[in-house]
């Protein structure tokens, strides 16, 4: 079974662009998640998509925002970014919804705004 | 703030050694999972382990939980230098249906193994 492929692998832009990261999670894997993951913060929950809808969002500002397909592929959208939108953004599928169960991650994105 | 915290930040061992890190988490738990980060590479799940249980083993891993202390450990035995990684605890808050919404790092272990 191919894993979880995260595209592109690395991306530059600059400050008020915007981006889209996409996902596409493991062969009958409903759910997908989204992480940022920064030396800083370390690794923070952006969101979650299970059956095309959003079912739970971390804390982060409306600038991030997300869909899911009916395939269950996912992408991420982060418009005006900023310098500290660098990061590694990771996306993880699973069977079902929420935490109950492993989580399987891509290699990510790496993100660097110049 | 972060839900779980590893201890110690970072640990360098000898192959063949045993490495011990440890998780602790603030508030009550579905289930803790253990992932490990290879650099520049996704997270790999190790080892789920529910809030009923008190341990679970998977080749050279052992991991404990005790939800008294609201801690964990995972123990990897005749360790490796493949094994060389950053490892996470990630909890999963419980809430009030039973379930967990999503899953909280803590900052991670930096292990070495030394050949």
């Known amino acids: 079974k191919a894993g979880v492929t995260q595209t592109p692998r690395y991306l530059i832009k600059t400050r008020g662009q915007q981006v889209t990261l996409s996902c596409s999670p493991i062969?009958?894997?409903?759910?997908v998640s989204w992480y940022q993951q920064t030396p800083g913060q370390g690794l923070q929950f952006l969101f979650e998509?299970?059956?095309?809808?959003?079912?739970n969002k971390g804390n982060f500002p409306g600038r991030f925002s997300g869909r899911q397909f009916s395939n269950s592929r996912s992408e991420m959208n982060v418009s005006t970014l900023e310098l500290g939108d660098s990061a590694l953004y990771l996306c993880?599928?699973?069977?079902?919804?929420?935490?109950?169960?492993?989580?399987?991650f891509g290699d990510g994105t790496r993100l660097s705004i110049l | 703030s972060q839900q779980g915290e590893e201890d110690p930040q970072a640990l360098s061992i000898q192959e063949g050694e045993n490495a011990t890190m440890n998780c602790s988490y603030k508030?009550?738990?579905?289930?803790l999972q253990w992932y490990r980060q290879n650099s520049g590479r996704g997270l790999v799940h190790l080892i789920l382990?529910?809030?009923?249980?008190r341990e679970k083993h998977s080749g050279r891993l052992r991991v404990t939980l005790d939800t008294s202390k609201k801690s964990s450990s995972l123990l990897i035995t005749a360790s490796r230098a493949a094994d060389t990684a950053s490892y996470f605890c990630?909890?999963?808050?419980?809430?009030?249906?039973?379930?967990?919404?999503?899953?909280?790092f803590g900052s991670g272990t930096q292990l070495t193994v030394l050949p």
């Open positions: 382990i529910r809030s009923n249980e």
């Open positions: 062969s009958g894997h409903r759910s």
């Open positions: 998509y299970f059956s095309e809808t959003q079912r």
């Open positions: 993880a599928s699973s069977l079902g919804q929420g935490a109950n169960q492993p989580q399987h």
């Open positions: 990630a909890t999963a808050v419980l809430i009030s249906s039973g379930s967990a919404r999503q899953l909280t």
């Open positions: 508030t009550s738990i579905n289930n």
